[in-house]
């Protein structure tokens, strides 16, 4: 039985969380977690893939195979109806500072207002999982999952 949004967070808040079991714990590990615990996808070998091993990947190189389970809503910086929704996976550019080229993946946990939002964090500010305000500085997109999430 997959758990509810609030189940997962309460499951690994505090925690670090290492799905690959490649690079340590990373925000993309959390991700993966939560499509597979909460969103219930179970594709192999990853249910979010990044066909370069980085997190800004899961959203640069979708489609592939991800559209049978999350739509892809680019981020307009005009347009203020494009902010992330609770569930959504949030993704930041490859260029975001100090992300050595990786960008970033968060769990967004509330809908966002104008400036800035709550998500669900790993290795943001250390290796654990936690909550974590944010603006939208780098942040590319969302990957909105297609199944409703709680």
């Avoid at 290796?127 to 409703?148: F, I, M, Q």
């Amino acid at each position: 039985m997959a758990l509810t949004l609030g189940q997962f967070v309460a499951k690994y808040n505090g925690k670090a969380v290492d799905i690959d079991k490649t690079y340590g714990p990373q925000c993309w590990d959390l991700a993966e977690a939560y499509c597979r615990e909460v969103l219930g996808i179970k594709d192999k070998p990853f249910a979010l893939a990044t066909g370069n091993g980085t997190a800004y990947g899961t959203f640069n190189i979708f489609p592939n195979p991800n559209p049978k389970n999350f739509t892809k809503v680019v981020r307009n910086h005009g347009l203020i109806k494009f902010r992330p929704k609770f569930g959504d996976l949030v993704v930041w550019h490859s260029r975001l500072p100090g992300s050595g080229g990786a960008g970033h993946v968060d769990i967004c946990l509330a809908n966002g207002a104008s400036r800035n939002f709550t998500g669900f964090d790993q290795n943001w500010r250390g290796k654990y999982s936690y909550r974590e305000a944010h603006n939208y500085d780098w942040v590319v997109g969302y990957l909105r999952p297609k199944k409703v999430v709680k």
